[in-house]
């Protein structure tokens, strides 16, 4: 068995819960990836082959090309504003906002209109951001949060594998109602879970949830989706269109999803604090509600797989790959298989729009 990595944030935590009490779950993700010495984004390489997990705009450009395309439809749909904010949130190493640009050179019009905001945490990530799109001539500036995006121009907002990385909070059902589940110390004075005093009230389980047996576990996500109703209320107010892509599900359901991954296998959560990333599915239902802010909504929710090919995936493969060697040829095909086939990226990832309902967007809505 390899050697685990040291953890120095793993002492910070235990003496936290030792002095304070048992940690929500929720308060335990944020430190693991947020603290500001420790935590994962701040001080690992998490993406690519040589880092923890690979996002869609790593397996390939034409993942980042299809979306630019959206994006450049949205803003046509919206009425071709000038000035209009470019928005991406978790912008990892800048890849795919470097291949979305590239496509909005095609509109010389849109790439003269705006200006990229990236929303990033990470002064490590924020520099290799700043080394990707150096080149691309585009203003960019960057934010902690979406406290200071622009007020006085139209948004167009992306968000790929955002939404799984904020806090969630846990609740168990004990059998005399649920529990939060909390992060607490063994006798050997490691961590575990153990439930919490805090309770979540029965008015706001679903009624197909009320009978869930005991033992099962109910995640939510509140920090989700007070982003989404913030930024739905920046779209009624001020205009624009958001896309949202991430695996989760579409309807609210009970089910433990938190994960941790390192080195692209999963590890134990509790295992090593700061060094391995932690993620949960996405909740597309709660999500959708946040999204309401009339005359802003969602649109229904679809596969990364449909999604993709119904802006022309394949299309765009054939022309990456016309005049290439077979080898790349082949790689395209792979790429194109991981992105939209439904036993690897295209079903358990989903797509969600989110506009004004009558701006008609690309793939969501009728012509």
Wanted: with cysteine; proline share 8%.
């Amino acid at each position: 068995m390899p050697d685990m990595p040291a953890s120095p944030l793993l002492d910070r935590i235990v003496r936290l819960i030792e002095t304070q009490g048992p940690m929500p779950v929720s308060d335990y993700m944020a430190r693991c990836l947020g603290d500001p010495e420790h935590g994962y984004y701040m001080q690992a390489e998490p993406f690519g082959r040589s880092g923890d997990f690979i996002t869609a705009p790593e397996v390939s450009q034409l993942f980042g090309e299809i979306l630019g395309a959206w994006i450049v439809h949205a803003w046509e749909a919206i009425g071709a504003p000038d000035p209009v904010a470019l928005v991406e949130f978790g912008p990892g190493r800048g890849t795919l906002s470097a291949d979305m640009l590239r496509v909005a050179r095609l509109r010389p019009a849109f790439l003269k209109a705006l200006t990229l905001h990236l929303v990033e945490t990470s002064p490590r990530l924020r520099a290799a951001q700043k080394k990707t799109l150096e080149d691309t001539g585009v203003t960019i500036r960057w934010h902690d949060s979406t406290a200071t995006l622009p007020d006085d121009r139209p948004l167009l907002i992306v968000a790929n594998e955002f939404f799984d990385a904020l806090p969630i909070r846990q609740f168990v059902q004990g059998g005399a109602g649920w529990r939060e589940r909390c992060i607490g110390l063994d006798e050997a004075g490691g961590l575990r879970f153990q439930a919490g005093l805090a309770s979540l009230d029965e008015a706001d389980l679903p009624p197909h949830l009320k009978a869930a047996p005991e033992g099962a576990v109910l995640e939510t996500q509140p920090v989700a989706n007070a982003i989404m109703q913030d930024l739905a209320g920046r779209l009624a107010g001020q205009g624009g269109a958001a896309l949202v892509v991430d695996y989760g599900y579409g309807k609210t359901a009970v089910g433990e999803t938190l994960q941790a991954v390192r080195n692209h296998k999963p590890v134990p959560v509790l295992e090593t604090p700061g060094k391995a990333d932690l993620t949960a599915h996405v909740n597309f239902e709660a999500l959708a509600r946040a999204a309401k802010a009339p005359p802003v909504a969602a649109r229904p929710l679809m596969t990364q797989g449909d999604f993709l090919l119904r802006l022309g995936l394949l299309e765009r493969a054939g022309q990456l790959g016309a005049g290439r060697s077979l080898a790349e040829q082949d790689g395209i095909r792979d790429d194109v298989e991981r992105l939209a086939a439904p036993d690897q990226m295209g079903e358990l990832f989903k797509v969600m729009a989110v506009a004004p309902q009558d701006v008609r967007l690309a793939a969501f809505d009728a012509a």
